[in-house]
């Protein structure tokens, strides 16, 4: 018997249909070094700030952003939505770093220190999910 996650469905096949999503063959070795390289970018970040706290975000940002939120949300809200929820912040900051306007700030210091225990929290809280989710 195969085990299925149903938490979420819907909002995942959604996303498949529409190609906004791609199915891919599990992988945990590859899943382990993707959490290996996010963690390694929050230590780079922590190294960083003070010097470059654009570069250091965008680092926090892309350990954070290993998976879609609308999936993780979908399919983990409740229980677990909330650890991954800084996201929604920390997305359209990063945005705004990466391509500068003047009408919209861009990320400091403080931002940094705000994202980095986010993204820690995120990156954790996939880690634990890696055993306990069966392949979609």
């Given at each position: 018997m195969i085990l299925r996650w149903q938490q979420g469905r819907d909002t995942v096949d959604d996303l498949l249909a529409r190609g906004r999503l791609t199915q891919v063959t599990p992988n945990?070795?590859?899943?382990?070094?993707?959490?290996?390289?996010?963690?390694?970018?929050?230590?780079?970040?922590?190294?960083?700030?003070d010097a470059d706290p654009a570069g250091a975000f965008t680092l926090v940002y892309d350990a954070a952003h290993a998976v879609l939120l609308d999936v993780?949300?979908?399919?983990?809200?409740?229980?677990l939505g909330t650890a991954f929820r800084p996201f929604t912040w920390m997305r359209p900051l990063r945005n705004h770093t990466q391509y500068p306007a003047p009408e919209h700030p861009t990320a400091q210091i403080d931002d940094v220190h705000e994202a980095l225990p986010a993204a820690a929290g995120m990156i954790d809280a996939a880690a634990k999910l890696l055993d306990q989710m069966p392949a979609y």
């Open positions: 945990r070795d590859l899943a382990d070094t993707l959490l290996t390289q996010a963690r390694a970018h929050l230590t780079s970040a922590t190294t960083v700030v993780v949300i979908a399919q983990l809200d409740p229980p």
